[in-house]
């Protein structure tokens, strides 16, 4: 099985630089993903990792050690509408299993 | 339109009562699959699908079954809805991984309460 682990909650200040770490402990991994969720919506894709390193994506960035079994997804130029959960999802035999979710606030 | 379609998007039942939530998709992927949302647990596996012949059973299948009835449809049942399945259910689809993320697509989700 998967556990995963993220922070529950953060606060950040709109313009500010958020990240967002994820630990997990799996077998058979194939990749790890990061989902946005705003409140009552569903959730959206951000990134994936399947390789050790760092991807950029506009405002986003995330980072994956596999052999630290460790993410993190870093969020730039922090806007009001970053304010939403976000989800650390780790796939392995093919199925995506994902942690609880960081609740992120931005604030004015 | 949304290419994963859940219905109903709200339903409040009974105890007891039989429950079916339906997912139907767009996108031409083979693999479906059932979640549910709880607040401070995250998303867990229900039941998923990698072809219209083959169910597996998620993390969390007890009290629950589904139904594939084609490629593009997949069903959940609660035969005997109970007040712990008060719950945001959600159905996913993805393409298989090979070349691409096979990311999860997900319907806008179907809130279920259990009185």
């Known amino acids: 099985g998967q556990n995963i682990d993220q922070p529950t909650e953060m606060t950040a200040t709109e313009g500010a630089i958020v990240q967002i770490n994820c630990t997990y402990q799996t077998s058979g991994f194939n990749g790890l993903f990061w989902y946005q969720q705003h409140a009552g919506e569903a959730p959206t894709f951000l990134s994936y990792?399947?390789?050790?390193g760092l991807e950029e994506k506009g405002r986003f960035s995330s980072f994956l050690s596999r052999s630290k079994g460790y993410s993190y997804l870093l969020l730039k130029e922090l806007q009001m509408k970053d304010s939403a959960s976000y989800l650390c999802?780790?796939?392995?035999?093919?199925?995506?299993?994902f942690g609880a979710g960081t609740t992120v606030t931005v604030r004015a | 339109d949304a290419d994963v379609t859940q219905t109903p998007r709200n339903r409040i039942t009974k105890t007891g009562k039989r429950i079916m939530l339906e997912c139907s998709q767009t996108?031409?992927?083979?693999?479906m699959y059932w979640y549910r949302q709880d607040p401070g647990l995250g998303l867990r596996l229900i039941y998923y699908s990698f072809d219209v012949k083959d169910i597996n059973k998620g993390e969390i299948s007890d009290g629950y079954s589904v139904s594939r009835q084609a490629q593009a449809k997949f069903s959940l049942s609660l035969e005997s809805a109970i007040p712990n399945q008060t719950a945001l259910y959600f159905c996913?689809?993805?393409?298989?991984?090979?070349?691409?993320?096979?990311?999860?697509?997900f319907g806008e989700g179907s809130r279920l309460t259990v009185l």
């Open positions: 990792n399947v390789l050790d």
């Open positions: 999802a780790v796939r392995s035999d093919y199925k995506l299993s």
């Open positions: 996108k031409g992927h083979d693999r």
């Open positions: 996913a689809t993805s393409d298989f991984p090979a070349g691409g993320t096979g990311e999860l697509f």
